[in-house]
């Protein structure tokens, strides 16, 4: 049996370990225990080199006889047999050779005394690379004896871990030796012990009492404390033959130590307690980032301060094969915005802005913001508030008889003005307001947005590709189209028939039947289809959802495939990472399987504006009167509130302490950077571009960087993101290389890029808690899930705080899609002065598990009351947090 986090035990027969399992475990175990570390020989920091010397030095305390000393002595110095596991591979090709039971002679003869080095079998097993760096062993040796008149009890804490030869099963240093022999009529107690012993050294709580233990008494406290925790099933009310599996979180040893600290706090303050788990569940207080300095651009200079030694990192910390799946995912996802938006702003301004324009600031700016942006994970995109506002623009300069591009330039410089004078008085200090309920409420909007612009997509395939509905097979020869012309080159036909003309070179059709021009022929030469099936186009429409909804649901099947059972970890972790970009190939290999003329990704394959009638350069004056550069600032006022409320929501969602983004923000310096590019794009009549939050977080989510070592049985940690300026910056350098790639990029469907589509807002929506207690309208109350919020706030006003939400979201919906899209951004700003108002309607405590608190005397005062907690207290937590994660011991017994 061995125990890492969960124990896991050898099966019947001896082939093969058992699937990890939490221990369950008798309370007359526990108890037996605690009486043998009472009773029996306890030695703590023992000098001894091997196991030899621990045995010795164990039996010396004990009042034995000679023989039964000599007899104890040989049998602890026994070689122990070990189950090594074996690759299945290897093993399929051991069970076809008639020489594989000479293999598994070459394991160590039970009967001889333990090997000082380690065995080869040890160091060549495959268990280790489960095992962190620096991990220790604690080995337990429990068993019946039949020369014993009573139990033998001993528990070595060695000074030094050493490698204790092939004792263990891994050739890692030991730390730890529980020894249990006795009578045989007690053999199954003695088991027990054993379980019982292994499963308290792998506590965490207890780990530290072992490691820091001066005596017995401080082992004893450290079982007592375990037994105040411990969690006892009525017999007849469960099954012990049934194994619990393992959990999908555990608690924090940090977490079960403040538990602990707080609990004994409350004796002195009953609200400590409380006030804490609030501060735990909400989102962090003001950090570094977000504190002003109270001098002009102060906030952009800590930013500069801050990222500037991370700089080179952003790139070396880049060279993994993961970051190779973002970049081709993320540049599928960015070009297929790019012509999304292009296309619409090139309906919206007659082509002033088309697809290359967007092609080409998309580019440009997105590299520059990569490359000096304070958060290099946002991905710059045009956005649907900034398209509605273009859109706007331009039929108000159509009417009004103002120059379009000159117009806009004029606005887009005072928009730069405003954003760098944000930058100077540091009002990204603000971004503190931006709570929960704003940025889930922005979020979800822009979700939507991304979810109902595919589907919209795709419905319009039927009016490209119109389906049949009329199609019957008993007509099938009924059904043709051919070409009738009514006239070509000198001759004269009669309009009412199909013609067969001679053959006149004159017409370029020589010996040329009219019924079999093809479509582009008939029309170049005049003539007109004539059929009742001309406009059917088979297949298309629903071929192209099949590749859409296809391409959606394989990527969510892909994307979850590392926690399935099939495959070892590198395989399932490798399909995962690139399960966006299979996806793609696989569909896009149907597509061009089945032949069909599905609508293809089509790129400007020329450099030149989508407009003719404009250059590359936007001239400030010249078109429009003088005063049009002062009225510009009107509508700027509203576009630097959207710019700002874009920006900063999404680097609020970006920026969130569970991502564990340890190179910090610089909300100064993005904003900073936008605002410049805002002069840039500006000045060339480039699209405006500003962070976009469902690509973004598609971005972060696909450089997720998880445990490569965890017990078995223990889900692997999220460790945090993989920083860096190098995927976004590929991204864009693509981008702008698209137009060179046209002959590759026209053979990948739309039908399959508006999947992907489908699959961010999806999963972009899926990760926001709104998403969660708005399925709670929908259940029954014993059939909803544990949340937390759940616990602390009724559920009338958890339904009351969604409802708000959700009407907030229709108001902007709504908003969005009439005329009144011009005061959008005020509408944006006004979700923070909601919510503020929503304090009157709710309590502060439902608020601090609902949302987050805001930045008031109230936060301050909880903060103020949290840091009462000793400095030390909280020191020793964390030191002994990281001594669980370096010291995670492995525990081996055997029974004999």
């Known amino acids: ?156 804490r060695l000074r030094e871990a050493v490698v204790l030869g092939a004792l263990a099963e891994v050739a890692f240093p030991s730390r730890f030796l529980f020894i249990l022999l006795g009578p045989r009529a007690k053999a199954k107690a003695y088991h027990e012990i054993g379980r019982a012993a292994a499963t308290v050294l792998t506590d965490e709580l207890f780990q530290r009492v072992a490691y820091q233990a001066e005596d017995r008494e401080d082992l004893l406290a450290g079982i007592d404390e375990f037994l105040d925790e411990l969690t006892v099933l009525p017999p007849g009310k469960w099954d012990p033959v049934l194994r619990i599996p393992p959990p999908k979180c555990l608690p924090s040893p940090h977490r079960r130590i403040s538990m602990h600290l707080r609990e004994w706090k409350s004796h002195c303050n009953g609200t400590m307690s409380a006030a804490a788990d609030r501060h735990a569940h909400g989102h962090p207080h003001v950090g570094e980032e977000l504190q002003r300095t109270g001098r002009l651009f102060g906030g952009l200079v800590k930013d500069i301060r801050r990222k500037a030694p991370w700089y080179w990192s952003d790139f070396y910390d880049a060279l993994n094969i993961q970051c190779f799946s973002a970049i081709l995912y993320i540049y599928l996802a960015t070009v297929t915005n790019a012509i999304t938006f292009g296309g619409m702003l090139g309906e919206a301004t007659e082509n002033m802005q088309g697809v290359l324009e967007s092609f080409l600031g998309t580019a440009v700016t997105g590299a520059v913001f990569c490359l000096f942006a304070g958060q290099p994970l946002t991905i710059l995109s045009s956005t649907g508030p900034v398209l509605v506002f273009e859109r706007l623009l331009f039929s108000f300069s159509k ?54 612009d595919a589907g919209k997509k795709m419905l319009s395939l039927a009016d490209s590709f119109p389906i049949n509905w009329d199609y019957r097979t008993n007509d099938v020869t009924l059904y043709g189209c051919a070409c009738n012309v009514s006239g070509a080159g000198n001759a004269s036909v009669p309009t009412d028939a199909l013609l067969v003309p001679p053959g006149n070179a004159s017409w ?173 794009t500006s000045v060339t009549g480039l699209p405006w571009y500003v962070s976009a939050t469902v690509i973004s977080l598609a971005h972060m989510d696909s450089l997720k960087m998880e445990s490569t070592i965890s017990a078995p049985g223990e889900q692997p940690k999220f460790l945090g993101i993989r920083e860096q300026r190098l995927t976004g910056l590929m991204v864009f350098i693509l981008t702008g290389m698209s137009v060179f790639l046209a002959p590759l990029l026209k053979y990948i469907s739309m039908s399959v890029l508006y999947g992907v589509f489908l699959y961010m807002g999806v999963a972009a929506l899926s990760s926001i808690q709104f998403m969660d207690r708005l399925q709670l309208f929908l259940m029954p109350a014993k059939h909803q899930p544990d949340f937390i919020y759940l616990r602390h706030v009724p559920l009338r006003r958890v339904h009351l705080f969604t409802l708000i939400q959700l009407l907030c979201l229709a108001a902007l919906w709504v908003l969005k899609s009439t005329v009144a899209a011009i005061i959008f951004p005020v509408m944006l700003l006004a979700l923070v002065g909601i919510r503020k108002a929503m304090e009157c309607v709710f309590s502060q405590k439902d608020l601090s598990w609902l949302d987050d608190v805001m930045p008031e005397r109230d936060r301050k005062e909880e903060e103020e009351k949290l840091q009462s907690i000793p400095e030390k207290e909280e020191s020793d937590s964390e030191d002994s947090e990281l001594m669980y994660q370096e010291k995670g011991p492995e525990i081996n017994i055997s029974v004999n």
């Open 508 to 680: 370029g059709l020589e010996a040329a039947n009219w019924s079999q021009l093809t479509r582009t022929e008939c029309l170049r030469v005049g003539g007109h289809l004539v059929g009742n099936s001309c406009n059917y186009v088979p297949d298309v429409t629903f071929v192209a959802f099949i590749l859409f909804l296809g391409t959606f649901l394989c990527s969510m099947l892909l994307k979850r495939f590392k926690s399935s059972r099939y495959f070892p970890t590198v395989v399932r972790k490798l399909v995962s990472d690139f399960s966006i970009i299979l996806a793609i190939l696989l569909f896009c290999g149907i597509d061009a399987g089945l032949g069909l003329e599905t609508p293809k990704l089509i790129v400007p394959s020329e450099f030149k504006p989508t407009n003719p009638q404009r250059g590359w350069l936007v001239f400030p004056f010249g078109k429009n009167s003088w005063w049009v550069c002062l009225a510009a600032a009107a509508p700027a006022v509203l576009v630097v509130i959207l710019i700002f409320m874009d920006q900063q929501i999404t680097a609020v969602i970006l920026n969130r302490k569970e991502y564990k983004l340890r190179k910090g923000a610089g909300f100064h310096l993005d904003l900073f950077c936008v605002s410049l590019l805002m002069i840039l």
């Open 1 to 156: 049996m061995r125990w890492l986090k969960f124990e896991e035990k050898v099966e019947e027969g001896g082939e093969r370990w058992s699937k990890p399992h939490v221990t369950a475990l008798s309370l007359h175990s526990l108890l037996e225990l605690r009486t043998g570390l009472r009773t029996g020989t306890v030695l703590l920091d023992s000098p001894a080199r091997n196991l030899k010397q621990i045995v010795e030095t164990a039996i010396a305390t004990h009042a034995l006889q000679p023989e039964a000393k000599q007899k104890l002595t040989s049998l602890l110095l026994r070689s122990p047999q070990h189950h090594a596991t074996k690759n299945q591979l290897r093993l399929m090709a051991e069970l076809g050779t008639p020489c594989h039971r000479d293999a598994a002679q070459k394991r160590s003869d039970p009967g001889a005394e333990i090997a000082e080095a380690p065995l080869k079998e040890q160091l060549t097993n495959q268990f280790q690379k489960k095992l962190p760096a620096g991990a220790e062993v604690a080995n337990i040796l429990v068993g019946d004896v039949d020369f014993l008149e009573k139990p033998f009890a001993a528990f070595v």
């Open 399 to 452: 009417d009004y008889g103002l120059d379009y591009l000159e117009f806009r330039l004029w606005i887009g410089l005072w928009v730069a003005f405003f954003g760098l004078t944000l930058v100077a008085t540091e009002a990204s200090y603000l971004v503190q307001y931006f709570t929960r309920f704003t940025e889930e409420g922005f979020c979800a909007l822009i979700s939507i947005i991304f979810i109902y």
